[in-house]
T-cell receptor, first 111, second 115 residues
Framework: RKEVEQDPGPFNVPEGATVAFNCTYSNSASQSFFWYRQDCRKEPKLLMSVYSSGNEDGRFTAQLNRASQYISLLIRDSKLSDSATYLCVVFSSGGSYIPTFGRGTSLIVHP | ETGVTQTPRHLVMGMTNKKSLKCEQHLGHNAMYWYKQSAKKPLELMFVYSLEERVENNSVPSRFSPECPNSSHLFLHLHTLQPEDSALYLC??????????????FGSGTRLTVV
């Protein structure tokens, strides 16, 4: 089983739709969680951290479910500019904090 | 301007060439990383430096040789590469290796093609 798994998609949604991605992780000792956004042929950029209590930033909501070992990202009122690949990143303890990246979920928002 | 600058942006090299990738961060971070991103695959960690000391080397072939002369600069020296080494090479930095805070800042990457 892969350490961090994401559905590669693509998720193809119309403008204004609500879309959600999940990311599962296998290491129960995982400590920190992030969502990154990567545009085509660009570098990944931090979108938001993920906390146990959940956190919201405008149209974006991130949740962590430790019992089931997954994190989620919800995007409301999708915009064309939200089209990108969304990477799940998990930091696990064990000597040093080295992150594991998921392969990303591709989102395409169309008019 | 991301705060992490990589040069060159694009590189085409033959299998017998020697070249170097450069990364510079202006954020006062203490940890720097090299990642490889191939099509349809997750980011692969290659090397980690913390306070200029190599912390992690994920079984990377010896044809890739990192150098970290100070906490602001990181190099990746390349020699006798193979076509399958063609990929996007990303440099990243973080405040430390705690995995907390604001995670990584990535450079724009070097898109490498080995012919």
């Amino acid at each position: 089983r892969k350490e961090v798994e994401q559905d590669p998609g693509p998720f193809n949604v119309p403008e204004g739709a609500t879309v959600a991605f999940n990311c599962t992780y296998s290491n129960s000792a995982s400590q920190s969680f992030f969502w990154y956004r990567q545009d085509c042929r660009k570098e990944p950029k931090l979108l938001m951290s993920v906390y146990s209590s959940g956190n919201e930033d405008g149209r974006f909501t991130a949740q962590l479910n430790r019992a089931s070992q997954y994190i989620s990202l919800l995007i409301r009122d999708s915009k064309l500019s939200d089209s990108a690949t969304y990477l799940c990143v998990v930091f696990s303890s064990g000597g040093s904090y080295i992150p594991t990246f998921g392969r990303g979920t591709s989102l395409i928002v169309h008019p | 301007e991301t705060g992490v600058t990589q040069t060159p942006r694009h590189l085409v090299m033959g299998m017998t060439n020697k070249k170097s990738l450069k990364c510079e961060q202006h954020l006062g971070h203490n940890a720097m990383y090299w990642y490889k991103q191939s099509a349809k695959k997750p980011l692969e960690l290659m090397f980690v430096y913390s306070l200029e000391e190599r912390v992690e080397n994920n079984s990377v072939p010896s044809r890739f040789s990192p150098e970290c002369p100070n906490s602001s600069h990181l190099f990746l020296h390349l020699h006798t590469l193979q076509p399958e080494d063609s990929a996007l090479y990303l440099c990243a930095s973080s405040q430390d290796m705690s995995g907390t805070g604001f995670g990584y800042t990535f450079g724009s990457g070097t898109r490498l093609t080995v012919v």
